[in-house]
């Protein structure tokens, strides 16, 4: 891959490291929610145990990631970002991330760096891998109702 190559903008530095943060299974025993989410385009797929606290927020992730790299990176961002946050408030980084690597320059309250993802916007093939662990927020609140009280 050159420098010139489109792709070398979308599988930077930034994004490699933060997809080997999750390269190596780490399941969560008790966890409140096991929830998995598959890419239907590319196959890829994720996997996050997700623990609560008694206010309901997360304070504990397990993960099996079986996808790209991009999805990898996501997974290792939600996992690093979600941390003591309430289960409602990143479920809502699913809508903002959609909308982000739409071309939209939607704010991602919470998350760290989600810019690095923008790269990503025009090869729609790849949105479905970056979105999997947010979709599995989204998940998990609709599960979890009361996680959003």
């Known amino acids: ?4 190559d489109p792709l070398a903008s979308l599988y930077h530095d930034r994004i490699r490291t ?13 966890a409140d929610l096991s929830l998995t989410q598959v890419s239907p385009l590319c196959g890829s797929r994720v996997t996050l145990d997700i623990a609560l ?3 309901l927020r997360i304070k504990a992730f397990g ?3 079986r996808a ?22 990143a479920a809502g980084w699913h ?14 309250e ?4 989600p810019e690095i993802f ?21 998940e998990a609140c609709a599960i979890r109702p009361d996680a959003g009280a």
């Open 63 to 65: 993960w099996r990631v």
């Open 68 to 89: 790209c790299t991009l999805g990898a990176a996501a997974t290792a961002l939600v996992v690093r970002s979600a941390q003591g946050l309430r289960l409602h408030a």
């Open 110 to 113: 919470g998350l760290e760096t």
């Open 18 to 30: 933060l997809a080997a943060a999750v390269r190596n299974d780490r399941r969560l025993e008790g």
């Open 118 to 138: 923008d790269a990503a916007r025009s090869f729609r093939a790849r949105h479905g891998a970056v979105l999997l662990p947010f979709a599995i927020l989204a």
């Open 1 to 4: 891959m050159t420098p010139d």
């Open 95 to 108: 809508d903002a991330m959609q909308r982000r690597l739409e071309g939209e320059d939607a704010a991602v």
């Open 53 to 55: 606290d008694a206010a």
